[in-house]
């Protein structure tokens, strides 16, 4: 989190004096838009740890879903700008929400009441995704000590 914390800082303040960006944040929204984002990747993180735990293959997962996530998530590329085939498994993800709901409250000054098609969604997973991922965690961390083979890991 300091590591991504200190190339945000960087990243901002290059652009600002690089290339002019304007950044003229929602303090409130920002945070919102943040801490929903965050709490949301850490649930799909806790399912993807589960999953990796089982297939004891995490890296090969990792590099399997990565490009998909990244993609998907309009990290690259904007969700909303993506073809109609792939911005419903794109609504599926919290990523392409809360990186909007980021950059609009960041760059355009966008309000919490603004950001609602962003928010909501974004606080559902934030919800949702936290409790799938202590279940599935939990629930696939008993069956890989059934089979005795935690002491990989």
């Not at 945000?8 to 960006?21: D, E, N, R, Y």
């Not at 945070?31 to 929903?36: C, P, R, V, Y």
């Not at 709901?101 to 909501?120: E, K, P, R, T, W």
């Amino acid at each position: 989190l300091v590591e991504t914390l200190m190339a945000v800082v960087t990243t901002v303040a290059f652009g600002m004096l690089a290339f002019g960006v304007r950044f003229d944040p929602n303090y409130p929204a920002l945070l919102l838009s943040f801490l929903l984002f965050v709490v949301s990747l850490w649930g799909l993180g806790l399912v993807f740890s589960a999953i990796g735990l089982i297939i004891k293959r995490s890296n090969d997962l990792a590099n399997l879903i990565s490009p998909f996530t990244i993609l998907l998530g309009g990290v690259y590329y904007p969700v909303a700008l993506l073809p109609i085939w792939l911005r419903a498994p794109a609504r599926a993800l919290p990523i392409g929400y809360g990186m909007q709901a980021m950059a609009s409250s960041a760059l355009n000054h966008a309000s919490v009441s603004s950001l609602g098609s962003q928010l909501l969604p974004l606080a559902s997973f934030a919800l949702v995704l936290p409790c799938i991922g202590v279940l599935t965690f939990s629930w696939l961390e008993r069956k890989v000590r059934q089979r005795g083979e935690l002491d990989l890991y």
